[in-house]
């Protein structure tokens, strides 16, 4: 019975995301991975589909993806395929060479996901951008970002303040939605980057797919790009096999739509972050060295958001340490 394996998992330990648990079971037929949601997180993100449906639409379309086994709505708990390997984060942290072969394995992800039909996918939300219209689509992801920096305004407004988050952050994204090419509409994982790979023997999988969005195929390599910080041979090296696996309607105008989607894309991680990071340091659960990390992480966050910004500096890690421990 699939409730033993949830059972099993509610009692053990496991690798926490900010929307889920997830556990190793051993079955008898083999490991399991169960994955349960977090009660309480916060939701900074865009979601606009259930993970179980995502998983089961893509299946006959994209390799790169886990098998989903078993759904569960009450108690609610998903059951996918273990995937032996290395989590990337693991074996290539940020500031480390990705093999080759993982970026080739990117490139194809990405292509596979233009070829899962709309008709295949959950229905969209009532009110959801036409197909192509990617300033409207733009336009619903700095919403998302804006209700998060409204939503925590009042606990958090001063840090905001002290490290130099302007009063109207998306100011600059919402004037710059207008300039977007339009290009068709593809199911976007929307959050591939070292921590939701698994290189395996023979491919690398892509996990946690509860972000999924119906929209921009540009927005897809923006934010892979943000979260991957890549050496620019490596970045150079996707965006030459993402041109030329995609289809030219699907690029156009990508030399300056990219760099907007990447603005907004800094804006917000300064903004979600800042709140994320900020909560976890307070909780006090962290060991030292994983506080520093975090003000690390948050310090280079808050450099490229400054940029974009236009602001002449961005606050100094000290500053930021003292203002994020404050709260």
């Not at 900074?44 to 390799?63: F, G, M, N, Q, S």
């Not at 307070?282 to 506080?291: C, F, I, Q």
Request: glycine share 6%; with cysteine.
């Amino acid at each position: 019975m699939t409730i033993d394996f949830y059972r099993a998992a509610l009692a053990a330990s496991g690798a926490s995301g900010f929307y889920n648990k997830n556990v190793r079971v051993d079955g008898p037929s083999g490991p399991v991975i169960v994955r349960i949601p977090l009660h309480g997180a916060d939701n900074v993100d865009l979601r606009i589909w259930p993970e179980h449906e995502v998983l089961a639409a893509i299946a006959p379309y994209v390799t790169h993806a886990p098998r989903l086994l078993q759904a569960c709505e009450s108690p609610t708990y998903q059951i996918h395929e273990f995937i032996p390997g290395d989590v990337l984060d693991d074996i290539a942290p940020r500031g480390q060479h990705v093999s080759a072969t993982v970026l080739a394995e990117v490139v194809e992800l990405f292509a596979q996901l233009t070829t899962v039909p709309r008709k295949s996918l959950p229905d969209l939300p009532r009110v959801w951008p036409e197909d192509g219209d990617t300033g409207a689509f733009a336009g619903v992801l700095s919403d998302i970002t804006q209700s998060v920096y409204d939503t925590f305004g009042e606990e958090f407004g001063p840090l905001f303040s002290e490290l130099g988050i302007p009063a109207d952050p998306l100011a600059l994204a919402r004037e710059r939605w207008s300039t977007l090419s339009s290009r068709p509409f593809r199911l976007v994982h929307s959050d591939v980057h070292r921590k939701n790979m698994i290189v395996s023997s023979d491919r690398v999988v892509f996990l946690d797919w509860e972000l999924a969005l119906w929209g921009d195929p540009l927005y897809e390599l923006a934010v892979h790009f943000h979260k991957m910080a890549y050496q620019n041979d490596e970045r150079d090296a996707v965006l030459a096999g993402w041109l030329k696996a995609m289809p030219l309607d699907f690029t156009s105008g990508w030399e300056r739509d990219l760099d907007t989607y990447l603005a907004h894309e800094r804006v917000k991680s300064a903004i979600v972050d800042t709140v994320r990071y900020t909560q976890l340091i307070a909780g006090g659960k962290l060991s030292e060295e994983e506080e520093r990390e975090l003000i690390d992480k948050l310090v280079t966050k808050h450099a490229a958001a400054a940029a974009v910004w236009g602001l002449s500096e961005s606050p100094a890690r000290d500053k930021i340490e003292r203002a994020v421990r404050s709260i």
